[in-house]
Structures are given as structure tokens and as C-alpha cells.
């Protein structure tokens, strides 16, 4: 346990400055999250009465996030590897304990933990902590991945163990992502094509097995194919967010001018994007999806500079999170999707994911840091090919000159 914490909280060494672009992306993101918290939840505050409820809570959430990714930018993103293993084991029980009756309860879902006066959704958590342990899972089996036996079953065997998790939940919605993040990243990695193709199938058929025998879900995709005919019951809330989008129109209403807000439920967090639809229309989800696409870019490219695989898979996975994330909250706000309670990244009300997507982002900013110190360093004790070439033909003429028994053999 000493040599665990000495190693952990040994002093790393020396880096650049993290990408600029991906850090100014990011508070862009969160400041205008706070701004449409406001716009959204001020009609669902008044349950509070006090329609700053909202946007005071996000504020200082958004406050501790931007904290959050600078503390864990400055964190060697090397000695990750050594809380892999604490920091899954540690969601899967989080995630265990809110299944097994100990889990706060809202909207027939038990997915978070009561902590006083904060809700902590230990799943938003567990997608970070199982990237990371891919990361390092993959990194150390690069040279046996085309294995079934070792490149995919200890790999699916985790991510099926939390999908299983999110399902009791229940929450389709994460169980996906997991799913798909984790298959990515063993592609992106060099499994099998085979093996892969042969998973997705498996995926899927469990996906609509899921569905078509879970009462409520498979009522939910009648509605969703029949929203004109369900638009006062099961399909009221993915109507009314189309709706949102129509309204909108090329330039929007303004901020603050939205009237879905009235009828939306709960529009601050998982039908956000509907008002930023309404209030900024066309004009502003294209450039809500071109800031999402810049993240996703600039960590890719964080992920193809980065200085060792485990840096290149763990900022392909985050930068895929991310991804996935948005276009699934988008795709679901404007009905091409299923409903799914997936919040959008760094706008949607909630501090667990916030906070979680912002240190997620800190780890990418700390692999994004050229490693400087290192390169000198490397540079210096590199060897001269000259003295190496007088070395070797040195020892070689040493060699011609040791004296041989009858053999042939040196003394």
C-alpha cells in the first residue's frame, strides 16, 4: 500500500501546455450550458419558487466542473493505470447498490444515490472508469488482441457485466453507450473484424429482445414509430420536443422566448436541445454540433500525438464518449431516436455528469500536454551513431586479438 500511494502521488514530470482549443471548447460549452438551464427550467423552478433554482445549482456545478478539469489536467495521465482496477470495481458496487434498493428513484428508474442535497449517478461515472481500464487492458494484451480467448472475453465480459447493471436500472440509454464505446475501441485497437461482427450481432439481438419483451419499452417504440397518434400519452414528450425544432425555424425565437418550455417535462435536462432548437434555431444546433464535433476532433487528434498506446486508447475512448453522447441526445430530441435518457454533454442540468464529463475532459487535456522534459532528456542520452559504429569495430578488433585454446574457443 506505501509503494502504491508513493507511486501515485509521485512527482511527475514536467509538460507543455494542454490543447487550447479543446480547453476553450469545453468552458465555451459550460457557460452556455448555464445559460440554457435558465431558459429551460424557469417554468419547472417554480415547483421551487424560485426560478433561479436551476441556474444557481448549474452555476456553481459549472464552477466545480472547470475546477475538476484543471486539478485533473495537472495529473500525470500515466498513473491512471494504477486506479483502473480501484476505480471500476468501485463504480460496479456504486452501481450495484443502486439496484439493490438503495437507489434514489425518479421516473421509474433507480440509477442514483442520494448524497444531502446532490444526486450522484454512479453510471455517468462508470463509463469514464471503464475506458480507462480498457485502456489499460488493451495496452498491456496489444500483441495477443486478435485472441478471442484474451483480446475479447475479459473485455466483454466486464462491459456485459455493467450493461447487465444499467438494464436493472433500468437505463438503456448508458447500456448502449458502454456498448458501443467498447467495441470501438477494440476496433480502433485491431481485434478481429470477425469476432467484432460476430458481438454486434449478439448486441443486437439482445437490444431487441430487451425491447420487445419489456412491456414499457416496446410500447415506447409503437409510440415512436405512431407519434401522431400517441402525441397525448407515450409519444407526448418526443412530440412536443419536434415541436421545439419546428418553431425554431432558421434563426430561433431568442433566448428566453421559447414557449415549449411549457409543456416540454423536465426541458433543462434530457430535452435541452429541443430549446436551443427553439430559441436559436437551425442556425444554433449547427453550431451546437460543430462545437461537439471540434471536441471529438481535437481528441482524436490528442489520441493520434499521444506518446504511448495507453494515452492513444484512452483519448479515443473519452473523444468517442463524448461523441456518442450528443449524437444520441440530438437524435432522440429530434425523434430519430428512440427515447432514451441520455443528458447532453456539458449543457444538460446535473452535476454528476458535468463533473464527471469535465474531469474526463482534464485527463485528455494532460495527454494533449507535449511531454517536453522527456523529449530533452531523450535527446540528450541519445547514443552518436559514430561512437556507437568505433564501439562496435572496436570490440570486434578486442575480439580477433583474444587469445584461443586448441578449440577455437576464447580463454
Known sequence: ???????????????????????????????????????????????????????????????????????????????????????????????????????????????????????????????????????????????????????????????????????????????????????????????????????????????????????????RMLAWFNMAEHRQDLAYQPFQSVMSFGSGQWTGLGLGQGKQVLYLPEAQTDSISAIIGEELGFIGIVALCMTYLLIVARGVRTALAAEDEFGTHLAFGLSMLFGVQAVVNLGVAMAVLPTKGLTLPFISYGGSSLIVNASAIGILLNISRPRAQKDEQEAHYAPDPDAAQAFVMGAAFSHEQEPTHGSGAPA
Request: glycine share 8%; proline share 3%.
Open 1 to 219: 500500500m506505501r509503494n502504491f500511494l508513493r507511486a501515485l502521488f509521485a512527482k511527475g514530470q514536467r509538460t507543455g501546455a494542454f490543447d487550447p482549443v479543446l480547453a476553450a471548447a469545453v468552458i465555451a460549452l459550460l457557460g452556455f450550458g448555464v445559460v440554457m438551464v435558465f431558459s429551460a427550467g424557469v417554468v419547472e423552478a417554480t415547483v421551487f419558487k424560485d426560478p433561479y433554482h436551476f441556474v444557481r445549482r448549474q452555476g456553481i456545478f459549472a464552477v466545480v466542473a472547470v475546477v475538476a478539469m484543471w486539478a485533473v489536467s495537472k495529473f500525470d495521465y500515466h498513473k491512471l493505470r494504477l486506479l483502473c482496477y480501484f476505480s471500476l470495481g468501485l463504480v460496479t458496487v456504486l452501481m450495484l447498490v443502486t439496484v439493490v434498493g438503495f437507489g434514489h428513484t425518479s421516473g421509474g428508474a433507480s440509477r442514483w444515490i442520494r448524497l444531502g442535497p446532490v444526486n450522484v449517478q454512479p453510471s455517468e461515472m462508470a463509463k469514464v472508469a471503464l475506458v480507462m481500464w480498457l485502456a489499460y487492458s488493451i495496452d498491456k494484451k496489444r500483441d495477443r488482441l486478435k485472441s478471442f480467448s484474451i483480446g475479447m472475453i475479459p473485455h466483454l465480459l466486464m462491459t456485459g457485466m455493467l450493461v447487465l447493471i444499467c438494464m436493472k436500472q433500468p437505463d438503456f440509454g448508458s447500456a448502449a453507450v458502454l456498448m458501443f464505446v467498447t467495441s470501438a475501441m477494440l476496433f480502433v485497437a485491431g481485434a478481429r473484424l470477425g469476432y467484432l461482427a460476430g458481438v454486434g450481432a449478439l448486441a443486437a439481438a439482445f437490444a431487441v429482445w430487451a425491447i420487445r419483451f419489456s412491456p414499457y419499452r416496446w410500447e
